[in-house]
């Protein structure tokens, strides 16, 4: 009875009993969206609100040790002795969730927050300290980098040789079987601003074991070594064992991490990258990131084919046809034929502004940037199809008109304008700052200029003022810049430094035991709201060699909370004043003790 009333309801009687229903979904739909909000509120307020607690903590006036953050002791486990060279961010375990075109699988991919390890990283069996430099620049020990894929394949082209209980590196390449020295000789007699300290600041593409950049090292030109993490085994870990400055990168779907206009020069070794593909985008992030004026120089296919194509497994035709296209593509970027002869061609990037307005046509490719591509935005930023055209305010940032090393290191870069209060001035108070504590970390950490320190870093730096007081020392360091920060880094490599872009709430992109010194200078009380202590401490000791050392500048209020970490993973620390000596800012002075993993039955 009850289903043939409902049957001759009207259409009326019907809208009225769907009327409540509707109005009660749209009421908890409101209601939803209300709560939401004031939990949405509610949550940045809370953000804030500890934001703000940790920045009155830290600056104020009134600080004692009774306010200062306190954690419980700590102690971290061994990761398994699989994990020592474990690169958190480029793992081949994570390879097959990523695609194969263009290797994408080879760039950045951290493991998200659950899947993170906390353990300590193991040094491989019978792992000793390096050998000290510079004679690790020819011979390394074989333990420490145990690899023998790239003895067996590279060994013919002296790349490296094993002999008893070491690598040697004989300095040969595969386009410089005669040895690096003889290859550099002939570039710098293509290209003479290798010579006066016109030419200082270089990146190496594919570097093998950075025999190129090593050599460069004793002619005064500063070479970021560049590499994947692929089939040839640690080519990174190889350089940066040898006392050579190197990270794992690869030129794929991203920027490299670095601002544009760093590099005076570029160099390709045969270093297997298609150069023409995909619209020449590879090429494009080279001119993003070379100076105007800078060089870029190709040894390798297609380079002197008419006495190489047999031994490519090619033909002539092939040859000269990709060279044909290579150099068009490199015209239509406004790159122009400096020099070549045998195996080594060289372009100059143009600085020429009249050639870039040629390129703003519809039917142009590749056509210069709009101005909604920032072209120093390079941290997980995608390549872009267009040219990036110098800055017409710019008039003495081109290789050529910046002042010639050493003199460029101490003259403020046009650049320095860019930055929110940036300055000469700010900038010779910077220097003479850190010439200030430079001198007061020797007394607290004597091994800093002494041949026990090669590999440095300066987590967080502003113009690289720790590495310009450092300069006359036996080190290299690499200058990181955070990619939440004001962009300095542009100013960095105008002075003939080397760095890079960097976030510390992820890995940091080397191998394991591949630095002596880590600095940082207030880095906890900058980013402790967006990045976990404990993360950024452990990957600290991931990177750091066994019986290196990390001066760690912060406010007293993380100062307790730092050492009880560092104590878990093993570290030895000491508190020491600034040169100052006040209370709301110290440093504590650490060393990471050497030592094996248990299943080793080693201890030490």
């Known amino acids: 009875m009850k289903q043939k009333d409902e049957k001759n309801l009207s259409q009326s009687d019907r809208a009225l009993k769907i009327i409540p229903v509707t109005l009660l979904v749209l009421a908890v739909c409101g209601l939803s969206f209300y709560l939401g909000g004031i939990f949405c509120s509610e949550k940045s307020l809370l953000e804030g609100k500890i934001v703000q607690e940790i920045s009155n903590a830290v600056s104020s006036p009134e600080y004692s040790a009774e306010n200062a953050l306190q954690i ?5 486990s061994e990761c398994s002795i699989d994990y020592q060279d474990y690169t958190p961010c480029t793992d081949p375990r994570r390879w097959k969730k990523y695609g194969y075109s263009r290797l994408t699988f080879l760039e950045r991919h951290c493991p998200p927050l659950y899947e993170r390890k ?8 019978g792992y000793k300290p390096p050998i000290r430099w510079p004679k690790s620049r020819k011979e390394c020990w074989y333990r420490n980098v145990p690899y023998d894929w790239i003895n067996k394949q590279k060994s013919n082209q002296n790349w490296l040789k094993k002999k008893g209980e070491k690598f040697l590196f004989p300095g040969g390449g595969t386009m410089f ?28 593409t594919g570097c093998g074991v950075a025999s190129w950049g090593g050599d460069l090292l004793d002619r005064g030109i500063l070479t970021l070594s560049l590499a994947p993490r692929d089939n040839h085994e640690a080519q990174v870990q190889f350089a940066l064992e040898r006392g050579i400055p190197a990270i794992l990168g690869v030129i794929s779907t991203q920027r490299l991490p670095f601002p544009s206009s760093s590099f005076d020069m570029a160099h390709c070794s045969r270093c297997l990258i298609p150069w023409t593909e995909f619209g020449g985008i590879y090429l494009l ?23 190489r194509y047999q031994g490519w497994n090619t033909t002539i035709e092939e040859q000269r046809a990709a060279l044909e296209k290579l150099q068009d593509l490199l015209t239509s970027m406004c790159f122009t034929v400096y020099a070549a002869q045998d195996d080594i061609a060289v372009w100059q990037k143009s600085s020429d502004i009249g050639c870039y307005e040629k390129l703003t046509g519809p039917d142009v490719y590749p056509a210069t940037c709009d101005d909604s591509i920032e072209p120093d935005a390079a ?3 995608p390549l872009r199809p267009c040219v990036v055209s110098p800055r017409q305010k710019l008039k003495r940032s081109s290789v050529g008109s910046l002042p010639k090393w050493p003199q460029r290191l101490n003259i403020a870069p046009e650049r320095i304008s860019d930055v929110p209060g940036g300055s000469g001035n700010a900038l010779k108070r910077d220097d003479s700052k850190w010439k200030v504590r430079a ?20 987590m967080n730096t502003v113009y690289g003022g720790l590495a310009a007081a450092l300069i006359d020392d036996p080190l290299w360091v690499m200058n990181v810049v955070s990619s939440y920060s004001a962009n300095t880094l542009p100013v960095v490599f105008d002075r003939g430094l080397v760095g890079t872009y960097h976030d510390w709430c992820e890995a940091f992109s080397t191998y394991p035991r591949t630095y002596d010194f880590l600095h940082l200078d207030g880095l906890f009380a900058a980013e402790s709201h967006r990045c976990h202590m404990k993360y950024v401490l452990l990957e600290m000791d991931r990177i750091l060699r066994p019986e290196g050392h990390a001066l760690i500048r912060e406010s007293s209020y993380f100062m307790d909370a730092i050492e009880t970490i560092a104590k878990g993973m093993r570290w030895n620390c000491h508190k020491e004043d600034t040169e100052t000596s006040g209370e709301k800012e110290k440093i504590l002075v650490c060393q990471k003790t050497l030592w094996y993993a248990s299943s080793t039955n080693s201890t030490r």
């Open 72 to 76: 419980k002791s700590v102690t971290f």
């Open 379 to 381: 941290w997980y930023t």
């Open 118 to 125: 906390e353990c300590l990283v193991p040094p491989p069996v």
């Open 177 to 204: 079987p005669k040895g690096v020295g003889a290859y550099v000789n002939l570039m710098q007699d293509l290209i003479p601003e290798m010579r006066d300290g016109t030419v200082r600041t270089a990146i190496d």
């Open 285 to 307: 992030e080279v001119h993003r990131i070379l100076r105007p004026g800078g060089f870029w120089v190709l040894s390798g296919p297609p380079i002197n084919y008419e006495h």
């Open 439 to 458: 001198q007061h970390y020797k007394k607290i950490l004597p091994a800093i200029g002494t041949d026990k320190i090669r590999n440095v870093m300066d």
